[in-house]
Structure formats: C-alpha cells, structure tokens
C-alpha cells in the first residue's frame, strides 16, 4: 500500500493543486484549456519523440509480454466502444470512452512502480508499456476519430483527408520521428535531448493541474454515473483480468514479465482520453472525474497485486 500511496500521491496532489488554483481563482477560467494545448503541442509531443527515440535501447522484446498487455487492451477497448455506440453515443465521445477504458497511466505510475517492484530489470516492459498506450493505442483512437470526421463517401478522398489530418497532429508526428531517429541509430546531441525531456517531463504535471483546473470549473456539467463507473470496472477489473489470464495461462514469459504485464494493466486510467477530449472539443466531465475514482480505487487493487508478487 504504501509503495502505491508514494507513486499516486504525486498524482492527487497536482489534481488538488489545480482545483485550488482554479477556485481560488489564482488561475483563470481558460488555463485548463491553455495547459491542454501546451500538453497537446509541444509537451506530449516531446515525450511521445523521447521515448520512441530510446526504443533502440529497449533490449530482448518479449512477444508473449506484447501480445498479452495488447490484447488485453484491445479486448476493454473494443468492448468499451461497441457498449457506448449501443447506448447511442456520439461516435467520437464513444471512442474517447473506450480509449480511457483501456489506457493505464503507464508513463506516470507504471515506470515508477515497476522500477519499485523489481528494480532496473524492469525498464524495458515499462517501456514498452508507454509507448503501447501512448502510442499505438492512442494513435488507433485519433485515426479512428479522424476517420469519423470525414464526410467523404469517396475512399480516396477520404483516405487523403485523413492523412493530411494525422500529417498536421503533433501527437501523431512525434513518435514518427522519434522511431525514425531510434531506427537510423543517430545519437541526438545533449542539449537536444535536455530540450525534449524538459518538455516532455511537463506533459505529465501539466495535464493532472488542468484536470483539476476542469473539475473545479462551476460551469462543468455533472458527469454520467453509469458511464464512469461503467469505465471505472472496465479499467481497474476487466483489463487486470483479461491481461493475467493471457501473461499466466496462455503466452509463455519470464516472471517478471508477466508480474509486469498484469501490474501495468491494473493502473488506473491515463491523461490521454481527457487531452483526446479536449483536442476535440468533446465533453470530458465525466472522463476526468473517473480518472480521479479509478486513481483513488487503484490504491487498493494495485496493492493487492503488489501483495500477491512474489519474491523475485
């Protein structure tokens, strides 16, 4: 308990700083939308390239880790999708929730408890757990919204639009180049690679103030109980359980992968689905109120999980 208390207080304190800040009004009613936009462009872009970009360093990839943290991921978040646009759901609304069903704060809880739980052995299925969610997963949801946006019946057309949509998002760009550079095996200089981790440290700490910046607003609509704890057992049950299911009785891994792949799946949701909201301009109520539950819930499921690991 007290290891995950020590990584999500972080969390909680920077939620609570922004609702005070809000409330007390020492920050005005648009900072919640500027602190986006700063993490949209430059901060989750930084990031995004930093980590793509280290890829080259990430040794001895686990394909049964891959597969099983994947998986699991594309389970919740397909199933998520299908229940939204069942209780008819804008379909980007409905992609949003699904995204936040299946994203675990990786970057900003997972490293860290990894690296708690089994020492520096664990840096590379940490890793490989951001860049799944903060790329790939994330990538999947704006190409699918992108997608939806287009009035085209022309697949061409449409194909073309979507392209140049994507060309023009700093999200999707980032990690491009960052795989790019891993893959050309060019050593960035120094004070390049300061400037990117700089802005990419802020992605984190920014986004946690602007969501209490927006759960302080007194214009905030009250969020959907059904769908934020629909998202909430999505998050912090079916994914653990879909994920340890796969890493222990189907795929073939070391231990500590495994361990890795289920203690990842379990964290609660992300920043992503309220930033994708945001850069939307969709409603993202109800996504930033479960992302505070599941973080809250996640202090006793994740120390469960810690509880049950065994000795390595």
């Known amino acids: 308990m007290l290891a995950i208390f020590n990584v999500a207080f972080p969390v909680f304190g920077l939620i609570l700083i922004g609702f005070v800040c809000r409330r007390r009004n020492i920050l005005g009613p648009n900072a919640s939308t500027e602190l986006n936009r700063f993490v949209i462009y430059l901060g989750l872009p930084s990031l995004l390239f930093e980590a793509m970009a280290r890829l080259g360093s990430v040794e001895a990839l686990n394909l049964g880790y891959?597969?099983?943290?994947?998986?699991?991921?594309?389970?919740?978040?397909?199933?998520?999708?299908?229940?939204?646009?069942?209780?008819?759901?804008?379909?980007?609304?409905?992609?949003?929730?699904?995204?936040?069903?299946?994203?675990?704060?990786?970057?900003?809880?997972?490293?860290?408890?990894?690296?708690?739980?089994?020492?520096?052995?664990?840096?590379?299925?940490?890793?490989?757990?951001?860049?799944?969610?903060?790329?790939?997963?994330?990538?999947?949801?704006?190409?699918?919204?992108?997608?939806?946006?287009?009035?085209?019946?022309?697949?061409?057309?449409?194909?073309?639009?979507?392209?140049?949509?994507?060309?023009?998002?700093?999200?999707?760009?980032?990690?491009?180049?960052?795989?790019?550079?891993?893959?050309?095996?060019?050593?960035?200089?120094t004070g390049v690679q300061q400037l990117f981790n700089f802005l990419g440290g802020a992605a984190g700490p920014c986004a946690l103030v602007s969501i209490g910046l927006f759960l302080a607003a007194t214009e905030s609509r009250r969020a959907d109980n059904h769908t934020l704890w629909m998202l909430v057992a999505m998050k912090l049950l079916l994914q653990p359980a879909l994920t340890a299911v796969l890493a222990f009785w189907v795929f073939d891994m070391p231990p500590m992968w495994a361990w890795s792949a289920l203690l990842l799946s379990a964290l609660p949701i992300g920043n992503g689905p309220f930033m994708l909201a945001a850069l939307f301009g969709r409603e993202a109520d109800t996504m930033s109120r479960a992302i505070l539950v599941s973080t809250l819930l996640s202090l006793v499921t994740v120390s469960l999980i810690l509880a049950w690991i065994p000795a390595m």
């Open 66 to 189: 891959i597969l099983s943290f994947a998986l699991g991921m594309a389970v919740v978040f397909l199933l998520t999708l299908w229940l939204r646009l069942r209780h008819d759901a804008h379909f980007i609304d409905a992609t949003v929730d699904a995204l936040g069903a299946a994203y675990p704060n990786a970057g900003f809880l997972g490293i860290p408890l990894c690296l708690l739980t089994f020492g520096q052995q664990a840096i590379a299925p940490g890793v490989i757990g951001v860049l799944m969610t903060a790329c790939v997963l994330f990538a999947i949801a704006i190409i699918m919204i992108e997608t939806s946006r287009q009035t085209e019946k022309h697949l061409g057309r449409t194909l073309a639009k979507v392209g140049g949509s994507l060309l023009r998002n700093p999200i999707m760009v980032a990690p491009v180049l960052g795989s790019l550079v891993a893959w050309s095996g060019v050593a960035l200089p």
